[in-house]
Structure formats: C-alpha cells, structure tokens
C-alpha cells in the first residue's frame, strides 16, 4: 500500500464512482481501477460495493478511508514541515551570547530573526567566551557571538570553530565624571585600570592595555568579571576603563572619552563547530545578524573562516 492508492481510493469514494474520481485525477479509468483492485489484494478484504449507481465504502473501506485520510494528513504535515525546516523557518536554534553583545547587536538580531521565523524558538545563554567557546566545541551550542576579531582568537580556538567577523564596535575610554578634563598622552597616568579577567581562548582588553602601560609608574588594576561590571567601578572613581558607548550612555558620573591609539576597535565575530552542518535555521540567524550588523557596527570586509583574506583586520 502507498499514498497514491490512499489518494485514489479517497477520492474514488468522494466521487461516489471510478469514472467520476478518473476525471478528478486528469486520468483514465483503467488505471485508478487497477490501483483499486491492487490495494484490495494488497490489504485482503474488499473495500468498495459496486452498485448500479456506482460504488460505497464497506465497513473495511469507511475504515480505511478514517485510517487513511488521518496518514494522508500526517504526511501532508510533514512534508510542510521539512519544507520549513529546509527554508530555515521553523526549528530550535542554541545561541551563546557574552552580555556585552547583547546591547550592541544581538537584541535587534533576535527581533529581526523572530520575525523573520516566527515557527522557529531561539534559545539564548547569555556566559563569558570561554564558556561560550566550550558549547560550541561540545555541540551544546549551535552558534556563539563573541566581543572578539579572529586576530584575537588563540591558536586552539580555529582548530575546532569555524567563524565569521560581523564588524567592529568603537571602543571609548570611560573615566569619573569629574576628571573628564584631564589629559593623559597615551592614557599613562590615568592610575587605576578596571580591567575584564583574562580568557584562555581570546586576547582582549587586559592584554591591550598592560602591553601598553606596563612601564607606568602610576599604573595598577582591579580585575571584574566584564568590561559591564567596570562602569559601575568608574561611576565610584575607583578607576578608568575602556568601554562601548552604549556601556555608559545616560550615565551622569562617568564621562566617556577618546579611547588612546594603542586600544583596537572591538570585534564582534559569530563561532560555530568547525566542519559541522550549518543548518538552514543558522544560516537565517548569520543572515539577520549580517543585515543587523551593517547598521550597527563598523564595517569590514567579508572574513571569515571560510574566505580569510590575507591581512587580518585589526
């Protein structure tokens, strides 16, 4: 038995005749008889009374048509289905976000890939990149947005990510609101630093700033958990700290200035397990953060895993 005999027996019974069902099915007779009396072999038992006005359903036929009709459904149903799941419209997306990103992209991400695919459910973990980096090594992550370029990436991390770089946030220097007039040439004599723990995985904002201010006298750190925590430490004068814009933006107790020359602008790159199967859903996800990203970050030419041009952008 397939679904073509179903189709055929369903609509032969509609009709209330083989005739009439042929016409409905752009056939000739002979062929939906044929299929009829297959499907009578096939299952053992009669399924039509032939009368002189043309044929009903016997009990196992009224049975069959209400077993059948409900597997037609269930195939219908899954055919659409898989046709959604194929256009990336429907489906579970995992994504790991680090909370700095979340402000300065991947809220608007998230609101234009829901309406988008309004089918699909996107499940967010909002961790620190090491965290991130190991849901995407374990599979329990399908993609992760990290506050880093592939030039800050250590060695491991493209040995098991493949990876694309969204664009790139500008970075300010956050000081107390009351020294905001002060001036430091390369930003040596600012004191104290409030600066995000290390990461295994990335070079980031420690790295930059004790590469450049490890011969100054006035400089010492306290180390947080995020370059978010660090706001609140420079709003109670406890030091100055590189930040986004939108980190400090309506603060009254901290003054955003230009960041120093030595301090890159921050790169926002989307990882995901290298060599596995980027599925229709992600590619609808890479697809919104891309046209987000144009309106959001600094531009930068198309690099990626895939096609890494040969100088990397800083």
Request: proline share 7%; net charge negative; glycine share 10%.
């Amino acid at each position: 038995m397939d679904f073509r005999q179903l189709e055929y027996f369903r609509v032969v019974v509609d009709a209330g005749s083989v005739s009439r069902a042929a016409k409905r099915l752009h056939l000739t007779q002979p062929p939906v008889s044929i299929a009829i009396s297959k499907l009578e072999k096939e299952l053992g038992v009669r399924l039509l009374e032939r009368t002189a006005k043309g044929v009903v359903p016997t009990a196992a036929g009224l049975y069959l048509l209400a077993e059948g009709g409900q597997l037609l459904a269930d195939r219908d149903r899954l055919v659409r289905q898989l046709a959604l799941m194929g256009d990336g419209a429907v489906g579970e997306l995992r994504v790991g976000v680090e909370p700095m990103v979340v402000n300065e992209l991947i809220a608007e991400v998230v609101g234009a890939f829901v309406d988008s695919a309004p089918g699909a459910h996107v499940s967010l973990t909002d961790a620190a990149p090491d965290a991130l980096l190991h849901g995407v090594r374990t599979g329990e992550l399908d993609l992760a947005c990290v506050p880093f370029g592939p030039n800050q990436f250590a060695d491991f991390v493209t040995e098991f990510c493949d990876y694309e770089l969204l664009g790139r946030i500008p970075v300010q220097l956050a000081v107390p609101a009351g020294r905001r007039r002060e001036q430091h040439e390369g930003a040596r004599g600012w004191g104290r630093w409030v600066v995000p723990y290390r990461l295994s995985a990335f070079n980031g904002f420690p790295e930059a700033i004790e590469g450049a201010l490890r011969d100054d006298p006035t400089f010492e750190t306290i180390e947080v958990s995020t370059p978010q925590t660090s706001v609140g430490f420079v709003a109670a004068g406890l030091g100055v700290a590189l930040v986004t814009e939108r980190m400090v933006k309506g603060n009254p107790e901290v003054a955003a200035l230009w960041a120093p020359d030595w301090v890159p602008d921050m790169g926002v790159s989307v990882l995901w397990r290298r060599g596995g199967e980027v599925t229709p859903l992600m590619a609808r996800w890479l697809d919104a953060s891309r046209a987000v990203a144009r309106d959001r970050l600094v531009r930068v030419e198309p690099y990626t895993s895939v096609n890494t041009p040969g100088d990397d952008p800083v």
